[in-house]
DNA sequence: GAGTGGTCTAGACCACATC
DNA sequence: ATGTGGTCTAGACCACTCG
């Protein structure tokens, strides 16, 4: 017997290989064995390292480039992809610079504070009921017009030291910091669209009438192993709001 | 040499294997060779007949169970999808009947007559501006109560003889009618979102009252081969509209 | 030129559904 | 019991990217 140079597979025993691989490598990623934008060993490597065929490591790396975590570029290596969220919220709202050139809108903090959580956000969350979370309101413009309002909540265990941020600091994306600054990356996102009409306090926010039609875009963010990171509330106006969906 | 059995490949000979192969499947499926609810021939049979080994056939089968063309079924076999439309329209709203089952709203034809097409729906089903096109003004209720109001165009050289038909014979679904009396199936549609305020005219139709957010849903439905069926353009009441999206 | 992913072959055995 | 798709092996050669 040679000395084994093989690593064990993670995962039910019982479950495919390929499975278990991509388990594997799912949790290297989730623990930043490999972050985003590094690339991974080769298919072949792969292969040799997790002692199972060629074809079943590469069925591992197609399961997780499906879900997105996995990017692979021919000839270069198979990296880990950057959570872009070029695929967001923004995504619903053309502003005017027509020319489908995807413009970060300037953002505004107008409150930052700890709070008990309310029942819904310790709920999205999935923290104990009351426990402290950092809440934030912001607003956001094109041009210097106001186009949305944001409620931000976080948990404050977790996010404690974002209190001690200026503003200037936190700037107009808040995932970047969540990633350097809390080790928290955000992965996915789950969204869900309705349509309110505006109160007084946000008809002033938006420049509307009261009663004029508002898009509130609920976001749960979630890591890579699915645990939530981030809820926000966002509140739109509607005249600007347009969602394309094909359906199968 | 044998007499050969397999059939030539559709598409360029410079393309992969499966890509050609799920080329010529998919045609055989635009053409009705195959139809929704008919089993394919394994995939062992399917690699027999082109000439390809298995992995290949399966890899073909497996674009087009991506695409939402085919089913499979361990141990039974692959079957054309049936487009059932599950995920369509009537998911973006929540209908008291809350049990998340899926129910058809009553359906009331209010007007259907042939007329030029207007600009928009020309271009929107790639027709020759000023053809005649069928258009179609339906209202749709929820246990009588009217949550939405519906505009349908379709080209009248390919529906001419719906124009004779009975309002009942129609019933509460166009797509099963445009497969079983025009052989046009729909496989896919592109949906696009927005806000509007309600006219006087679908105040009074959808019970609200002017000025009030309605969801305006442009809907353009294709066949297998992508090309247009029918476009239609649904207004319905903002309060019961709700939509989920995962983002990744 | 060396290394990567992309495609393809030609099998094997297993799990599952149906008869 | 038979046939299906699901998994897996162990290679081959090609197309692409990069230094």
Chains 1, 2 share one sequence.
């Not at 306090?201 to 009438?209: F, S, V």
Request: no cysteine; aromatic share 8%; proline share 5%.
């Amino acid at each position: 017997m040679t000395a084994k140079k093989e690593i064990e597979l993670a995962g039910d025993n019982r479950l495919p290989l390929y499975q278990r691989l991509a388990e594997t490598l799912t949790s290297d990623i989730v623990d930043r064995v490999w972050r985003p934008g590094d690339r991974l060993p080769s298919e072949a490597e792969l292969a040799k390292r997790y002692n199972v065929a060629p074809g079943t490591a590469r069925q591992a790396v197609s399961l997780l480039v499906e879900d997105g975590l996995l990017d692979r570029r021919q000839g270069t290596g198979t990296f880990v992809r950057k959570p872009t969220f070029d695929t967001s919220l923004f995504r619903f709202f053309r502003f005017q610079s027509s020319d489908g050139e995807r413009l970060i809108p300037e953002s505004r903090i107008l409150r930052r504070e700890v709070i008990k959580a309310p029942s819904a956000v310790s709920r999205a969350l999935a923290i104990e009921p009351d426990s402290l979370v950092i809440s934030i309101s912001r607003l956001r413009l094109m041009d210097g017009v106001p186009v949305m309002g944001e409620e931000i909540w976080l948990d404050e265990s977790r996010f404690h030291s974002l209190m001690d941020m200026e503003d200037a600091e936190i700037g107009p994306l808040l995932y970047p910091i969540y990633d350097t600054h809390f080790d928290q990356v955000v992965a996915r996102a789950k969204e869900s669209l309705t349509v309110d009409t505006a109160d007084d306090m946000h008809a002033r926010l938006l420049d509307l009438n009261k009663g004029d039609p508002l898009i509130v875009i609920d976001r749960l963010a979630v890591g890579f192993d699915n645990k939530p990171i981030e809820w926000r509330r966002s509140r739109g106006r509607a005249d600007r709001f347009q969602y394309h969906i094909e359906i199968n």
